[in-house]
């Protein structure tokens, strides 16, 4: 957590807190659709990182850890649907498998917001779609469960390599940013820009080298890394 984000959050009166979901479904062969239950004072979509979050009316509980060890399985309730997020659970059998990445601000931090456009959120949390509990043409009830709750799941779920980061870092299309809209997105938005040997750039030229020592320069060495490599791991000999 940023020094600014938990300056904020401690503070007597802080700004609103902002849901940003994602449902992605491309992996079984729907599309990503991004949608939050908040939405700015005159109406208009929220927007954070360069993407905007249209407004859903979503009802969303059970994303409390209970403290008893169990995984919890939250729920997410949708509302006075749109075409597109319907169809999206239709055409994908209820999007069972699909993934649902969660992120919370604060209002301040939005794009075009006192504080906006520095990439300021909380830690995201990635859930997978387990099964559709109602569907109906005015009502979406979709339960969840953490990729840890998979049956036969196992430590480490993906190649844990020491020195190289394997999230998707953004990219530069026709002057705007472009982010991968998975749960493996590198969550950097802040304007500095490094090219791939970390020497400082313009932003055509911006590209992450994937090093730990590449995620220093664009988070800074005061707050915990979103670095996807585990440079803790011994190196061995056979």
């Excluded at 939005?110 to 099964?131: A, M, N, T």
Aim: aromatic letters at 10%.
């Amino acid at each position: 957590m940023s020094a600014l984000l938990q300056q904020e959050a401690q503070s007597l009166n802080p700004s609103a807190v902002i849901h940003l979901f994602t449902l992605n479904a491309t992996s079984i062969g729907g599309s990503a659709y991004r949608f939050s239950p908040e939405r700015e004072p005159d109406g208009g979509a929220v927007a954070f990182g360069g993407l905007d979050y249209p407004q859903l009316a979503v009802k969303c509980e059970g994303f409390e850890w209970n403290g008893e060890g169990t995984l919890p399985r939250p729920k997410i309730s949708a509302e006075s649907l749109n075409d597109t997020f319907y169809s999206l659970v239709v055409y994908t059998n209820g999007a069972q498998g699909a993934l649902i990445r969660r992120d919370r601000t604060l209002a301040k931090f939005l794009d075009g917001h006192e504080y906006g456009g520095r990439g300021i959120k909380f830690s995201s949390d990635l859930y997978i779609v387990d099964r559709v509990l109602t569907l109906t043409k005015s009502c979406v009830v979709l339960e969840l469960l953490m990729p840890l709750d998979l049956p036969r799941c196992e430590l480490p779920a993906r190649m844990a390599l020491r020195d190289m980061c394997p999230w998707v870092y953004r990219r530069r299309e026709n002057g705007a940013w472009v982010y991968d809209q998975t749960g493996n997105a590198c969550p950097y938005a802040g304007s500095s820009c490094f090219d791939k040997f970390g020497q400082p750039c313009g932003a055509a030229d911006d590209a992450c080298g994937h090093t730990l020592s590449d995620c220093v320069k664009r988070f800074g060495s005061r707050r915990a890394l979103p670095y996807g490599g585990f440079p803790g791991l011994a190196r061995t000999r056979a």
